[in-house]
């Protein structure tokens, strides 16, 4: 098994995979959920959640979450990051929603998806990644 270099692991982390958030609670473990996302090289990672949910609820500007992507058929690999949340803001709908649920879910259902009622709730999340951890098991070790 290999490690990945800082391209290799930008360019894993911006391709589509769900990611894992986990995020810390005072005296219980980390909540951890799936969260659909966005990533572009060298920029913040990006991901919605709805203000209300657990998620939404614990999530503050300079808290420290963890996030994973993996792939799930071999060779297995992931890339997982850690860093501080940088901004919260109300989602933008044509900026931010329908982008990240068009590369889940296709056009049309994408499209259908941030029609539905409740959709103003949503938030955008934007974490500063501090720390890279990744390997690639179909990286040949020499």
Same mark, same amino acid.
């Given at each position: 098994?290999? /490690? ?12 589509l995979?769900v ?6 609670r ?13 990533y572009t090289? /060298?920029?913040?990672?990006t ?7 657990r ?5 503050k500007?300079?808290l420290? =979450?963890?996030?994973c ?6 060779p ?6 850690? /860093? &501080? =949340? ?6 933008l709908l044509?900026?931010? &929603? ?7 879910l ?11 009622e ?10 500063k ?8 098991? /179909?990286?040949?070790?020499?």
């Amino acid at each position: 098994m290999a /490690g990945l270099t800082l391209i290799e692991k930008q360019k894993f982390l911006a391709a589509l995979h769900v990611g894992i958030l986990s995020i810390p609670r005072e005296g219980a473990a980390p909540l951890t959920s799936p969260v659909w996302y966005d990533y572009t090289p /060298g920029s913040e990672l990006t991901f919605l959640t709805m203000v209300n949910s657990r998620k939404g609820k614990l999530l503050k500007v300079g808290l420290p =979450v963890s996030f994973c992507v993996q792939n799930e058929a071999p060779p297995y690999a992931y890339v997982s990051v850690s /860093g &501080l =949340v940088s901004r919260i803001t109300q989602s933008l709908l044509e900026k931010e &929603l329908r982008p990240i649920a068009r590369r889940y879910l296709g056009t049309n259902q994408g499209d259908a998806y941030t029609e539905r009622e409740g959709i103003q709730d949503t938030i955008t999340v934007r974490v500063k990644i501090e720390d890279w951890l990744a390997v690639d098991y /179909g990286k040949s070790v020499g």
